[in-house]
């Protein structure tokens, strides 16, 4: 009976990191397709970045960030962590993306 518990354990935890390997490379595929584009093929689909920072070179850093909250019970208090992922795309002087990086988001 362990053995069999064990294996489906096992099972599901494969499939579900099947799962995110998939999601990982979908979501990398996204961020790629914006590579030598305009940024403004960027903002036109993802919208306005929450943030604009200097990437040192003459361009520009466009910053989307996502406010995620979770909560949870700890010894009978409830405590919430709140983290902001974030995706940035670098853009040179003429606004071209030639970088792109993600913090989870």
């Not at 974030?86 to 990086?101: C, T």
């Amino acid at each position: 009976m362990r053995k069999i518990l064990f294996f489906s354990l096992l099972i599901s935890l494969f499939l579900q990191g099947c799962d995110l390997t998939k999601y990982a490379a979908k979501r990398k595929e996204i961020f790629d397709s914006y590579l030598n584009h305009h940024k403004s093929e960027l903002i036109q689909n993802w919208g306005p970045p929450t943030r604009r920072d200097d990437d040192g070179k003459g361009g520009e850093i466009l910053i989307y960030e996502r406010k995620v909250t979770t909560g949870a019970v700890f010894y009978g208090t409830y405590r919430e962590n709140t983290q902001y992922p974030s995706a940035m795309f670098y853009s040179d002087k003429n606004g071209n993306i030639y970088f792109w990086r993600d913090n989870g988001y």
